[in-house]
């Protein structure tokens, strides 16, 4: 490799993974950089330019119908026209009744309550609040601890901040954070297993990892384990490996402490089931969901509670001492009830089953021999490719380089035209590239060839122009 490799600026875009942030006449009057999108139908975002960019991502794995779906904006005006908001604390609506009661049915009874709020963060700091006032209700205000795991992420506000582990994400609000948050490794067994460590040898390390956690904090001070069954932004599309969670969830039970899922980016049937458990053979205590929940036509995301929260919450005739203006929402409830019911009557899991197999073996057939892949996972609709220097040693390109930063960024130039979701951290400390595709549920075997072979077409055009030496067309 060269290693005069010019270095990216990384004040320039340190954290951003949104659709584009390539300079270009399209800016908004901030000169934000950003490229103006004036229409989205199926598969495709239209610019002011008339270029097409094929959607590869959804954003960050948000747009789980595609864009444009006339009938869920149809429930949305709807919606709005019937009544558009109420305050939660004192009124309700049809559409958050139905709603909840979706959640409860499609979940088999076992949560029996939902808070409707509007974004990842949110329900994730919702999340950690209601498992500390469970506690409360108990008698055991001890518990004020969590446990969670390096290169993870659960938001960006400061107390999910606080819980997760994404390196670069944290930095600048270090000083900030909360100090009652243990972190252990995750489960990345491309970097952590040890030679010749069978999956039962590795659960078994990692679960003593945890339980040296619990040990360390004082295990009665252990309010809850917080982990994504699939990681996403923070890892790149990262599984675990089988048992890894049922071993988890059994330390947690072990000391009395709660089982927080967050499926924020990785649940809502991105992996192939309604809920990324539902291939674990475990149930959480509190789950929060959201981007495909509402697909991103409204901002919706939801605090779900389990039959085991909410009997000790009525047996103290509590309230759940939480709340947003916005939460709750009746459009925000109709348009996510829609979604769902989409997906259902559309058979869309089967499809994100068979679509996301495709997408497997065609990333495998064209990449698992490239110099710099390192590693493909995912599961379902949710796939990640780690980029590294050396593949043998599985050494990460230098930080400052925001490999996949180049590449999503090459990706989105014609003649590529393709919108892929990139991140940095991988490998540890802020290090190690991934780049995620994450295409709609409904999307065919057709979009699939060509998400594959724009993005192999990429791939081969920045490492090409990276190993001469020349620039990759980038304004830093």
């Known amino acids: ?268 049937g991105r992996t192939g089931t309604l809920h990324a458990w539902e291939q674990e053979g475990v149930v959480p205590d509190i789950q929060a969901i959201g981007k495909g929940l509402g697909g991103g036509f409204q901002p919706a995301s939801a605090i779900l509670a389990s039959k085991k929260i909410v009997q000790v919450m009525q047996a103290k005739n509590a309230t759940f001492t939480h709340g947003h203006t916005y939460m709750d929402h009746p459009v925000v409830c109709a348009t996510a009830l829609k979604v769902q019911e989409i997906i259902k009557r559309d058979n869309l899991l089967e499809n994100v089953k068979v679509q996301g197999s495709r997408l497997e073996k065609l990333l495998r057939n064209r990449l698992q021999n490239h110099p710099h892949v390192g590693d493909i996972r995912g599961r379902g609709l949710f796939w990640g490719i780690e980029l590294v220097k050396d593949k043998e040693t599985k050494k990460p390109f230098e930080k400052n380089l925001q490999i996949a930063h180049r590449v999503h960024e090459a990706a989105l130039h014609p003649p590529y035209s393709l919108a892929v979701y990139y991140g940095q951290g991988c490998a540890g400390q802020g290090t190690g590239d991934h780049i995620m595709i994450m295409p709609a549920y409904n999307v065919t075997p057709g979009v699939v060839d060509l998400i594959v072979d724009r993005f192999v077409a990429v791939l081969d055009d920045v490492f090409g122009k990276l190993e001469n030496g020349s620039d990759v067309g980038l304004k830093n």
């Not at 598969?43 to 954003?59: A, F, P, Q, S, V």
């Not at 919702?126 to 938001?155: C, D, M, T």
């Open 1 to 268: 490799m060269n290693s005069s490799w010019p270095a990216t600026d990384l004040n320039s875009n340190p954290t951003s993974s949104t659709v584009s942030t390539l300079p270009t006449s399209q800016q908004d009057s901030d000169h934000s950089g950003r490229i103006l999108v004036v229409e989205g139908k199926g598969n495709y975002l239209t610019l002011e330019d008339g270029r097409k960019i094929l959607d590869g991502c959804g954003g960050a794995a948000v747009a789980c119908l595609g864009h444009g779906v006339k009938e869920v904006t149809d429930a949305i005006a709807a919606q709005a026209s019937t009544i558009s908001y109420v305050p939660w604390g004192f009124l309700d609506s049809q559409s958050r009744r139905d709603i909840n009661a979706w959640i409860s049915q499609t979940s088999g009874g076992h949560f029996t309550k939902a808070w409707i709020t509007s974004s990842g963060s949110e329900a994730m700091e919702g999340s950690i609040k209601l498992a500390r006032e469970y506690f409360v209700w108990k008698g055991e205000p001890q518990r004020v601890n969590y446990i969670a795991r390096e290169e993870s992420y659960h938001g960006i506000t400061l107390g999910v901040l606080s819980v997760g582990g994404h390196f670069n994400r944290r930095s600048p609000f270090q000083p900030l954070l909360l100090s009652n948050i243990q972190h252990i490794p995750a489960c990345n067994p491309y970097r952590q297993r040890l030679s010749g460590e069978t999956d039962e040898q590795f659960v078994s390390r990692k679960a003593e990892e945890l339980e040296q956690a619990f040990l360390k904090a004082g295990p009665d001070s252990v309010v809850a384990f917080i982990a994504e069954p699939v990681v996403g932004a923070a890892a790149g599309c990262l599984p675990s490996v089988p048992g890894y969670f049922k071993a988890l969830k059994a330390v947690c039970d072990k000391y009395g402490a709660l089982f927080i899922l967050d499926e924020v980016m990785c649940g809502m």
